[in-house]
């Protein structure tokens, strides 16, 4: 069996020796490339021995020009022994490149070289101290042939540029900023570009430059312009200013996660730099700008100041993640993407929490590091970040910011050095706030209250628990409140506690018990409390609400995010009903549902984005968590059921709606529009008038002068068996077959279809001529999308799918397979049967010969 060890946060230490300056020099060769590395070492601490992570093919040591015969290799660490306090290391490798399929490290993409270093990558080039504390200023050479490789790049500034003999070229970057060696990138390739220029606010002129394949450049221009729009916001909201000569994206059609900010080299997976109307869809348009955003707001946060080891990931992950949310609902709608955003979170990191994966925010042990850039730690930690912000104010949550980067810009630092910031500038205690990075699981907040009528006075008590973890000790919770009386009137109590905060209209209780009671005075009637306004936390909050008490929040509550919340509760408990009825198929739904919605969609006063939203049920994984011993069919159905009764019960209206958010021709700002018109289109498929659905479809894809709307027509009749979903399917394959990331649509879509044929579909889609089994893209489109099909793939033949996927990938690049094995870990929450059904294949992968330290640490929780 495999032995793989465990790491300890506890057991962080220092390195014996520290990098000044590290020289690299790449000579890219027909079949792999030379690399050699010369890296002054100074001594740190009384040990004179060194070990080196690393796994290329080593060719030789040299230590201040002395080559060495006896160095100690082995299990990929490089050991050397009586080493001088400074010495000169000289390391040759040769990196195999080109059968690198891993996409870490150096590999090559279409003929293309790139590297991906983040979190240790750096180690399949070259023997380094490759952790996040060690920092040095980097000296890159590169030389390679002129006509293979004419785009020569890396971090920082170009120093030199000649060619050689051989038509060969060489180029010399350098960086003048210290960097730990994640942050290092090369490229190097056949490239179109664009640029631009943006002057800071200091002055300084920078270049921006965006390169991709010669085919998609013209699909690059939204990628440049959100730049822009990202360095602007910067400097504007948190002022902070760019620091180098140039600004470089560089899109790969291999990358395994969504893009990386190596220092002034941005490498990005195609999907979040192409983006033109014919092929991209709106919410493609809107994750492009947050992704550059947040590749941006990284050089600041995660390049200026960095991670002092892998364990404090979330210091600069949350940190850039609430970053760019903010980024987004700075620049568009601050209630859609905040709705947007928590609907993610308890779909992906709320089950997360609840799984055999759970894990802190600050996570305190782990195998495999590659493992750890979960939802947990990006957007649970963004809450965490969230949270500074509503208990300081943005003022304060600036001060905070600025006191940061004031004390560790340079350095390497922990999420204690983040809060210690926030506390210090602010002149308060937030010890009790750590808490967030280092206990797992959702708290859950058990609500009561009270109205006392001789007093005028209402209460309100809180008891925080987490139920999978018990021991958790209580936390400091911010909840954002109102009150709300019969009439609609949303009132500001008068509060009568110490630790709230009363600012600009809004209460903020700060919750720091197991059991925190609140008290009001001079309210005339018991009042209906809007709690937790804006998801002020990240939290489970149970208050039982009768119905006419959610009917008030959903009509009248001020904050905009409760009234979304207050209809998802109203379904919530529709679904409940419905999934513990005797026959849910013939369930008579309330009508007061139809009602709301009815008035919801002719409220002129509410954005089209908004009323998509509010009409969306919450989804099965989000429900799902909230079933223990989950029956996966009946939820299913039982959500459905709703919405067919909602589909039915309002189709006349629905239908007029939908034409009356018909776009002439194609404009961005009528995104709301089309997010309207598509999901009234899924609600019309769903009732009992398919025929005419069928040709609203039919017509709607026909005459789409946008990728959304095909998108649109294409999803509502994803379900539907009828030959007008293969005619569409048949057509889009064709029209698209030479954009690849328009055909992961559509693998996408038929591996999430609920249709019968839906495994053996998926099976032999992995043959199609547009599929590639080694593309990180595809192997998600198609693959992994299918985990998060509730009723296929919790069946045997679909656990076995998956498994056998798990093992060929793995093979080749663990990192994507890891991904893939992360689909399992719900199930733990799935009716026993389910649960049976699964564990041979789980053991199955165990058994696998060479299964990497990805997977096996993923399969080996999820059978705990
Ligand atoms: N730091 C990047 C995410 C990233 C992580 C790992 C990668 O390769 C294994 C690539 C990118 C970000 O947060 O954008
Ligand atoms: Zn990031």
Request: some cysteine; overall charge negative; charged content about 25%.
């Amino acid at each position: 069996m495999t032995n793989i060890a465990t790491k300890y946060l506890k057991d962080y230490q220092a390195t014996s020796y520290l990098v000044d300056t590290i020289d690299l020099k790449f000579e890219i060769k027909d079949t792999f490339v030379i690399v050699t590395s010369k890296t002054k070492y100074q001594q740190n601490g009384a040990s004179n021995s060194l070990e080196l992570a690393g796994s290329a093919e080593l060719k030789s040591v040299i230590i201040d020009g002395n080559e060495l015969t006896d160095y100690k290799l082995a299990d990929d660490k490089l050991s050397l022994n009586n080493l001088s306090a400074n010495f000169t290391l000289e390391i040759v490798t040769h990196v195999d490149a080109f059968n690198n399929k891993s996409c870490m490290g150096l590999y090559a993409s279409n003929g293309n070289l790139f590297t991906q270093c983040e979190p240790e990558g750096f180690r399949k080039i070259t023997y380094y101290l490759d952790r996040p504390d060690v920092m040095a200023k980097f000296t890159t050479t590169i030389i390679g042939d002129k006509d293979l490789y004419p785009v020569l790049l890396s971090n920082g500034n170009k120093i030199s540029e000649k060619t050689l003999a051989n038509n060969q070229i060489e180029v010399i970057w350098e960086d003048p900023y210290k960097k730990p060696s994640y942050l290092f990138a090369l490229v190097a390739g056949k490239f179109a570009f664009i640029d631009d220029t943006f002057t800071t606010k200091s002055g300084r002129k920078v270049k921006l430059e965006v390169y991709s394949e010669a085919e998609s450049i013209n699909q690059c221009q939204h990628c440049l312009e959100s730049l822009k729009r990202a360095m602007e916001w910067d400097e504007k909201r948190f002022n902070l200013e760019y620091d180098l000569d140039v600004y470089m994206i560089v899109a790969s059609g291999d990358f395994n996660m969504g893009a990386m900010e190596n220092k002034g080299l941005n490498i990005f997976n195609t999907k979040y730099v192409l983006a033109e109307t014919k092929t991209a869809t709106d919410t493609d348009f809107i994750n492009v700008e947050a992704v550059v955003g947040h590749e941006y707001f990284h050089n600041w946060t995660g390049n200026r100041v960095t991670c002092r080891d892998w364990f404090q990931l979330s210091l600069k992950e949350g940190l850039t993640v609430f970053r760019d949310q903010e980024f987004t609902a700075d620049l568009h709608s601050r209630t859609v993407k905040r709705i947007q955003d928590v609907k993610n979170l308890r779909q992906m990191q709320f089950t997360e929490d609840a799984s055999p994966l759970s894990h802190p925010v600050r996570p305190e042990s782990y195998m495999e590091i590659n493992n750890f850039y979960t939802m947990t730690v990006y957007e649970k930690g963004a809450e965490v970040v969230r949270m500074y912000q509503t208990i300081l104010d943005k003022e304060g949550f600036n001060r905070g910011l600025a006191l940061y980067f004031e004390r560790h810009d340079g350095y390497a630092v922990t999420c204690e050095d983040f809060c210690k910031a926030m506390a210090d500038a602010n002149k308060i205690d937030l010890s009790q706030f750590m808490l967030w990075y280092s206990q797992s699981g959702t708290p859950h907040l058990a609500i009561s209250d009270h109205y006392n009528e001789a007093t005028k006075e209402y209460s309100i008590t809180f008891k925080q628990s987490i139920p999978n973890n018990p021991t958790a000790k209580a936390m400091l919770i911010p909840v954002s409140i109102g009150l709300i009386l019969d009439n609609g009137k949303n009132i500001i109590p008068d509060i009568k506690n110490h630790n709230t905060i009363v600012r600009d209209n809004e209460v903020i209780l700060l919750l720091n018990e197991a059991e925190n009671t609140f008290i009001f005075g001079g309210i005339s009637e018991k009042p209906t409390p809007s709690i937790l306004r804006g998801f002020s936390a990240p939290v489970i909050i149970n208050y039982a609400y009768d119905e006419k008490q959610l009917y008030t929040l959903a009509r009248h509550d001020n904050d905009s995010f409760n009234r979304w919340e207050a209809l998802q509760s109203i379904y919530k408990t529709e679904i409940n009903r419905i999934y513990h009825s005797e026959s849910p198929d013939k369930f008579e739904i309330n009508q007061n549902i139809t009602k709301i919605i009815s008035e919801l969609l002719n409220d002129a006063t509410i954005d089209p984005a908004l009323k998509a939203l509010s009409i969306n049920l919450p989804a099965f994984a989000e429900l799902s968590i909230s079933y223990p011993n989950t029956d996966v069919k009946k939820l299913v159905g039982s959500i459905k059921r709703l919405k067919s009764a909602i589909a039915n019960g309002l189709e006349t209206q629905l239908l007029a709606v939908y034409k009356d958010n018909q776009t002439v021709s194609y404009d961005f700002n009528d995104a709301g529009k089309r997010a309207l018109k598509n999901t009234l289109l899924g609600y019309l498929m769903q009732g009992n008038n398919t025929g005419k659905s069928i040709e609203l479809v039919a017509a709607q894809y026909k005459n789409a002068d946008n990728m959304t709307d095909k998108i649109g027509a294409l999803s509502a009749i994803n379900d539907i068996d009828s030959p007008v979903r293969h005619q569409l399917l048949d057509n889009f394959a064709q029209e698209y077959a030479n954009y690849p990331l328009v055909m992961d649509k559509w693998f996408s879509l038929q591996s999430q279809s609920q249709l019968p044929d839906t495994i053996d579909n998926v099976a032999n889609l992995l043959n199609h001529p547009s599929f590639d089994k080694e593309n990180p893209n595809k192997l998600y489109s198609l693959v992994r999308a299918f985990t998060a099909n509730p009723i296929y793939f919790n069946t045997d033949a679909g656990y076995n799918f998956i498994a056998e996927e798990i093992i060929r990938i793995d093979s080749f690049n663990p990192g994507v397979a890891g991904r893939i094995a992360n689909g399992f870990s719900s199930i733990a929450n799935y009716e026993s049967k389910y649960q049976t059904l699964v564990k041979p294949q789980l053991q199955k992968i165990m058994a696998k010969e060479n299964l990497s330290r990805d997977v096996y640490e993923i399969i080996s929780k999820t059978l705990q």
